[in-house]
Every structure is written in structure tokens, then in C-alpha cells.
T-cell receptor, first 114, second 115 residues
Framework: AQSVTQPDIHITVSEGASLELRCNYS??????LFWYVQSPGQGLQLLLK??????LVQGIKGFEAEFKRSQSSFNLRKPSVHWSDAAEYFC????????????FGTGTRLQVFP | DVKVTQSSRYLVKRTGEKVFLECVQD?????MFWYRQDPGLGLRLIYF???????EKGDIPEGYSVSREKKERFSLILESASTNQTSMYLC??????????????FGPGTRLTVT
């Protein structure tokens, strides 16, 4: 069965530092991959998505992610973190070709220190 | 601007009560979803609807039922609320695709407390 792993439960960075959030998936074919962000008390907002083509995907708020098939990874990056980026981040993968359901990781909580 | 709305942000109910959570989307999406979010467990799918009156069980359907009588509205029903159903409930919608190739749009969530 497909699965998504976010190995880091909680990450703390200083404002202005670079950020990388890890996501690993298991899927037999080329997956549909997503990163969502959830600010406190809010629903989830899409940051970016990968379906095919260029393996480096640009998203909103200065985020990018790179699809690496050989490592089954889709890590989220940002070169310089802002205090407003403090939130919870979820990676998700399309479950299979015959359903529109997604599988979500357990999330990574990002804390930003000034 | 696309929108998914949920009937309540916060809800407090007593054990044994019947609870209705409503979700409305204005994007004419075929798919609608109900998730439960708990710390450390991420989002778990309760039910999925891919068309009016059509539904599919998710990973944790026990203790829940759903109703979709109109395309824009998807209701989650707790037949007899229990304390272990205290959680954040998120509704989402998406276009119908081929294997999740369309993003899901989320509502703001309902934080339900059962006492």
C-alpha cells in the first residue's frame, strides 16, 4: 500500500536560515505529490504540487520542492525562512490511479526563532 | 476565490448526542472529503464522496456516517458522540481526476469537543 513518511515531527530554525523538510513516499508508479501548509487554527493550503516534468517545482511563499525518484523523496525547501512560516507542513501523495484520495504524512511542525 | 466553508469553527457536545457537521463548497467539485486531524496522527480520511449520493469509506469510518444530497454539500454525522471523537474535523473538495491529480481545497476546520 502507498504511504508517506515525514521523519521530522518538529523542526526549529532561526529566521533567515534555510529550511528543508523531508518527505518520503512509497508508490509503484510516478506519483502525484503535494505539500500543504496549515497555520494555527486554519485549514490546509496548497504550497506546491508535482505531477510530471521538471523535478524541481516552485510554489507559493518562496517554497520549492524536488522530486527524486531514486530516493523516493519530495523534500520541501526554502532558502530564507520568515517568522510567518511557522506552521505545520504536510506532504501528501495520490493514492492510486483509480481514486482521487490522497495519503497524508503525519506532518512537521516548524518553529521559527527571531 | 474558491471556498470551502464549514458550519462551525468550535462545537461542544455531550456524550451520546447526535452531531451534524456541515460542509459547503462553491467550486462545483465532484469530490468531497471528511478528515479527522489529531496530533501526531496527521489527517485520516473518514469518508469520501465522488458524486451526489455516492460515498466510500475511508480509513476510520466507525462511529460516523455521511450524507450528500446536493453536489455542493457534504455532511458528517456522529450518530452517538463519544469522548474519543473529540478532534479537529476538516472538510475538503476537489475536481474528479485520475488518481488524485487535482489538489484538494480545505475548509477552516471544526474543533469538536465531546464531554
Amino acid at each position: 500500500a502507498q504511504s508517506v513518511t515525514q521523519p521530522d515531527i518538529h523542526i526549529t530554525v532561526s529566521e533567515g536560515a534555510s529550511l528543508e523538510l523531508r518527505c518520503n513516499y512509497s508508490y509503484g508508479a510516478t506519483p502525484y505529490l503535494f505539500w500543504y501548509v496549515q497555520s494555527p487554527g486554519q485549514g490546509l493550503q496548497l504550497l506546491l504540487k508535482y505531477f510530471s516534468g521538471d523535478t524541481l517545482v516552485q510554489g507559493i511563499k518562496g517554497f520549492e520542492a524536488e522530486f527524486k525518484r531514486s530516493q523516493s523523496s519530495f523534500n520541501l525547501r526554502k532558502p530564507s525562512v520568515h517568522w510567518s512560516d511557522a506552521a505545520e507542513y504536510f506532504c501528501a501523495v495520490g493514492q492510486s490511479y483509480n481514486t482521487d484520495k490522497l495519503i497524508f504524512g503525519t506532518g512537521t511542525r516548524l518553529q521559527v526563532f527571531p | 476565490d474558491v471556498k470551502v466553508t464549514q458550519s462551525s469553527r468550535y462545537l461542544v457536545k455531550r456524550t451520546g448526542e447526535k452531531v451534524f457537521l456541515e460542509c459547503v463548497q462553491d467550486m462545483d467539485h465532484e469530490n468531497m472529503f471528511w478528515y479527522r486531524q489529531d496530533p501526531g496522527l496527521g489527517l485520516r480520511l473518514i469518508y469520501f464522496s465522488y458524486d451526489v449520493k455516492m460515498k466510500e469509506k475511508g480509513d476510520i469510518p466507525e462511529g460516523y456516517s455521511v450524507s450528500r444530497e446536493k453536489k455542493e454539500r457534504f455532511s458528517l454525522i456522529l450518530e452517538s458522540a463519544s469522548t474519543n471523537q473529540t478532534s479537529m474535523y476538516l472538510c475538503a473538495s476537489s475536481l474528479s481526476g485520475t488518481g488524485g491529480n487535482y489538489e484538494q481545497y480545505f475548509g477552516p476546520g471544526t474543533r469538536l469537543t465531546v464531554t
